[in-house]
């Protein structure tokens, strides 16, 4: 497991099939590591950071976990994030469990769920650019 820090939610390393869909172009690559509130991937230099984008975490059950999240800007060593800021109940609960899952304390993950993991200016700004968009 990562190096939690100062993270909000616990982070588990899982390499899943991961689709990004930003300003019409389409991005296939692989999650290097996944939370309730966002994840690290393979790099890809065009995507365009501080932007928003849908995203679709493949399971290799056939479901599929649909996400919008913001891209952070990011480094071919380090990979490329996304905070994710917005998903349809179904999609959260599944993410949930694959999290509980992986996780080495279940309950901790639960216990997570308590506080707060959004900042309301990023959901504010995805907002005001999905009303103008």
């Not at 869909?21 to 991005?27: A, H, T, V, W």
């Not at 990979?79 to 080495?104: K, N, T």
Request: net charge negative; proline share 5%; with cysteine.
């Amino acid at each position: 497991m990562p190096d939690q820090g100062m993270r909000k939610r616990s982070r588990m390393d899982i390499q899943l099939s991961l689709t990004i869909l930003q300003n019409d172009i389409r991005f296939v690559l692989k999650t290097r590591n996944l939370s309730l509130k966002g994840l690290l991937a393979d790099y890809q230099r065009d995507l365009a950071h501080i932007e928003p984008c849908e995203m679709i975490i493949h399971l290799s059950s056939g479901l599929e976990i649909s996400i919008t999240g913001i891209v952070v800007p990011a480094t071919p060593e380090r990979g490329m994030a996304v905070d994710f800021v917005r998903m349809e109940e179904d999609s959260f609960y599944c993410l949930l469990h694959l999290i509980r899952l992986y996780s080495p304390d279940p309950d901790q993950v639960d216990r997570e769920l308590l506080i707060p993991a959004f900042d309301r200016a990023v959901l504010e700004q995805l907002n005001n650019t999905s009303r103008r968009g």
